[in-house]
């Protein structure tokens, strides 16, 4: 299957700081989707992404499209306690329906 | 808010048994899925249905594991003899595709084969 592989692998920062994380793959994805889980929970969807370039928020939240296709990013501006949780990106391929997961980015916030 | 729906929350077994895994995709929904994720682990797809019959599986998704539609609300996967490695939680997802790609995710079901 797909590698996607999701950097830092962990985060702990102190409220009030920006996060960046970013999700890379080998292959060209036409779609990412960007999740937040909170333990013991299901995958929260965040932000969608389609185009290479495109650029879309969701309150403090804002995940880009990479232009080569095989990566996206996402930010968290002025992070708060309640952003701890762990971050996956997902994409989908050219052709099929099937989303492949990255490995996870766990992001501590420190009051 | 609609949102994908799955029960039971927990579900213990004991090894060798069958389990079935219930799911009520949300109602406007065409594309339907199952995803495993072992503990502290990132999430597996296993299989996506769609138009009554199966559209993509992964390698993990052998002949122990089936999925069906019985009715125009429910969406169940089967595990048949279970392992004690089928311990995870499995989360069923859909999708609908007439407005982009968006995929949301249920509460998930924790299975324990002990």
């Known amino acids: 299957g797909q590698q996607l592989n999701q950097s830092p692998q962990s985060m702990f920062i102190q409220e009030g700081e920006d996060v960046s994380m970013n999700c890379t793959s080998s292959s060209i994805f036409n779609t990412w989707l960007w999740y937040k889980q909170d333990p013991g929970e299901g995958p929260v969807l965040l932000i969608a992404?389609?185009?290479?370039?495109e650029l879309t928020s969701n309150g403090r939240l804002t995940a880009q499209f990479g232009i080569t296709r095989k990566d996206s990013f996402l930010n968290i501006s002025a992070s708060i306690p309640s952003d701890v949780g762990i971050y996956f990106c997902?994409?989908?391929?050219?052709?099929?329906?099937?989303?492949?997961f990255g490995t996870g980015t766990s992001l501590t916030v420190i009051p | 808010e609609p949102e994908v729906t799955q029960t039971p929350s927990h579900q213990v077994t004991q090894m060798g048994q069958e389990v079935i895994l219930r799911c009520v995709p949300i109602s406007n929904h065409l594309y339907f899925y199952w995803y495993r994720q072992i503990l502290g682990q990132k999430v597996e797809f296993l299989v996506s249905f769609y138009n009554n019959e199966i559209s993509e599986k992964s390698e993990i998704f052998d002949d122990q594991f089936s999925v069906e539609r019985p009715d125009g609300s429910n969406f169940t996967l089967k595990i048949r003899s279970t392992k004690l490695e089928d311990s995870a939680m499995y989360f069923c997802a859909s999708m609908q595709t007439s407005q982009g790609y968006e995929q949301y995710f249920g509460p998930g079901t924790r299975l324990t084969v002990t």
């Open positions: 997902a994409g989908r391929l050219n052709t099929g329906n099937q989303f492949y």
């Open positions: 992404l389609y185009k290479a370039g």
